[in-house]
């Protein structure tokens, strides 16, 4: 069974850093991409970033590049993908989700095309 626990969520203020983790289990862990997704109150979900299988490729969207890193390491078998995020913003604020989908992000990764397991969420929120 497929499970997808995220965590690192919190308040902090604009500027500030916070380190999302997605712990996985349940699937063989280096077949699948993960996606990190947001959605703020009122908001329809974000694409926010994606790692392949392998770790090789990475995607973002635009208003995080530079600011936003998604990291995996399938040579320590932590089975974790982790956001870090800086420079944060008060729209980051959100319920931020991971989940997985086969091998590749897929050119439509931002819109969830593909993803077939989610987490349960961890909220963000960047206010002063």
């Known amino acids: 069974q497929v499970q997808l626990v995220e965590s690192g969520g919190g308040l902090v203020q604009p500027g500030g850093s916070l380190r999302l983790s997605c712990a996985a289990s349940g699937f063989t862990w280096d077949y699948y991409a993960i996606g990190w997704f947001r959605q703020a109150p009122g908001k329809e979900r974000e694409g926010v970033s994606c790692i392949s299988s392998s770790g090789d490729s990475t995607y973002y969207t635009d208003s995080v590049k530079g600011r936003f890193t998604i990291s995996r390491d399938n040579a320590k078998n932590t089975n974790t993908v982790y956001l870090q995020m800086n420079s944060l913003k008060p729209e980051d604020t959100a319920v931020y989700y991971c989940?997985?989908?086969?091998?590749?992000?897929?050119?439509?990764?931002?819109?969830?095309?593909?993803?077939?397991?989610w987490g349960q969420g961890t909220q963000v929120t960047v206010s002063s």
């Open positions: 989940a997985t989908r086969n091998y590749w992000c897929g050119g439509t990764w931002y819109r969830g095309s593909g993803f077939d397991s």
